[in-house]
């Protein structure tokens, strides 16, 4: 079965950092695309970007290129995602999710969702 | 970016009727090569993860009820659920996957009237 499980819920200041994780089971981690996506209190779907981990080769949304940084181990099959300086901005919650071999795909299955709360 | 657009914001329907659910993608989706609509379906339970209903516009997702369906090509595009259960009270999205970034439609809350 295919599995994606998050790191639990976080708390943190503003200015602080952060790398929340996604570790993935029950497939070829290095063979399919896996990717973020936010979404704010009340709010709708965000697609943040989406990584390879066969070779890292990442993908951003302009909205959010230079925000986060998106990584994955290989060895221990796990994604991330990570902020330098959190902002009250960056509250949400956030899924990973699964696409395919190839990058043009849907979103399955998805992660639990980890939620950020930034709050001084 | 390709912008999604959904419609109506929200919309209450009586059990066992349809309710029916718009998506309008700013550019098409349709990839000649293939003659694929590249649009997702998604449904997201209160305090659940968003769940897979269909892919390429009209596939339903293996498990997912016969009751919803969808249509549509190129920049227009349909879901359909029909005879509504007290199991469909969600928001529904639509994504394209047809260009990076993958872009989401705002949502459509379905509830029972």
């Known amino acids: 079965e295919v599995q994606l499980v998050q790191s639990g819920a976080e708390v943190k200041k503003p200015g602080e950092s952060l790398k929340i994780s996604c570790k993935a089971s029950g497939y070829s981690f290095t063979s399919y695309w896996i990717g973020w996506v936010r979404q704010m209190p009340g709010k709708g779907l965000e697609w943040m970007g989406i990584i390879y981990p066969g070779d890292s080769d990442t993908r951003y949304s302009p909205s959010f290129q230079g925000q986060v940084t998106i990584s994955a181990d290989k060895s221990i099959t796990t994604a991330y995602l990570q902020w330098s300086s959190l902002k009250a901005a960056d509250t949400a919650m956030y899924y990973c999710?699964?696409?395919?071999?190839?990058?043009?795909?849907?979103?399955?299955?998805w992660g639990q969702g980890t939620l950020v709360t930034v709050s001084s | 970016d390709i912008v999604m657009t959904q419609s109506p914001d929200s919309l209450a329907v009586s059990l066992g009727e349809r309710a029916t659910i718009n998506c309008k993608s700013s550019q098409s989706v349709l990839y000649t090569s293939d003659n694929k609509n590249y649009l997702a379906w998604y449904q997201q339970k209160p305090g659940q993860p968003p769940k897979l209903l269909i892919y390429?516009?009209?596939t339903r997702e293996s498990g997912v009820p016969d009751r919803f369906s969808g249509s549509g090509s190129g920049t227009d595009f349909t879901l359909t659920i029909n005879s509504l259960q007290a199991e469909d009270v969600a928001v529904y999205y639509c994504?394209?996957?047809?260009?990076?970034?993958?872009?989401f439609g705002p949502g459509t809350k379905v509830d029972i009237k």
């Open positions: 390429w516009a009209s």
């Open positions: 999710a699964r696409v395919s071999r190839e990058l043009t795909r849907w979103f399955d299955p």
């Open positions: 994504q394209q996957y047809y260009s990076p970034p993958f872009t």
